[in-house]
């Protein structure tokens, strides 16, 4: 699974987030920053309204919290996810010695980010696409 520090990094390099049921995030605050979350349709849903989206904890009763800004979770992208925003950048998947190794191009410069798992791989490929789109 994607690190929080990670996705948060992804967040402020400004990796977007359109909630779909199965995605998973965290809510940024204290306490809670450490339990993931899935969208579900009928427990955990976003409403749209006018001022901004809001996830709504629905039919929980042991959960004290109704619902959270959108702005207040860190998405947690899975690896088909980060695989579909690299898009075209994306060259491949290996394994080396490391771990994963996914090739990405960087500024069309094909570049390696390694890491023992295969999403935080992902990940680090997609922060470095964002980064050199600045």
């Known amino acids: 699974m994607l690190s929080t520090d990670l996705a948060r990094r992804l967040l402020a390099a400004g990796l977007n987030w359109?909630?779909?049921?199965?995605?998973?995030?965290?809510?940024?605050?204290?306490?809670?920053?450490?339990?993931?979350?899935?969208?579900?349709?009928?427990?955990?849903?976003?409403?749209?309204?006018?001022?901004?989206?809001?996830?709504?904890?629905?039919?929980?009763?042991?959960?004290?919290?109704?619902?959270?800004?959108?702005?207040?979770?860190v998405w947690l992208?899975?690896?088909?996810?980060?695989?579909?925003?690299?898009?075209?950048?994306?060259?491949?998947?290996?394994r080396t010695e490391e771990g994963y190794a996914v090739v990405a191009l960087v500024g069309g410069t094909p570049t390696t980010l390694v890491h023992r798992d295969a999403e935080e791989a992902y990940g680090l490929a997609v922060l470095e696409v964002l980064r050199s789109r600045i």
């Open 77 to 94: 992208p899975r690896e088909d996810q980060l695989r579909a925003v690299l898009g075209h950048d994306f060259v491949g998947l290996g």
């Open 18 to 73: 359109s909630p779909m049921p199965g995605d998973r995030f965290v809510v940024d605050r204290p306490g809670l920053a450490e339990e993931v979350f899935y969208l579900a349709d009928m427990t955990v849903e976003v409403h749209e309204f006018v001022g901004g989206s809001v996830i709504g904890f629905n039919g929980v009763a042991e959960w004290a919290l109704d619902s959270v800004a959108l702005e207040e979770t």
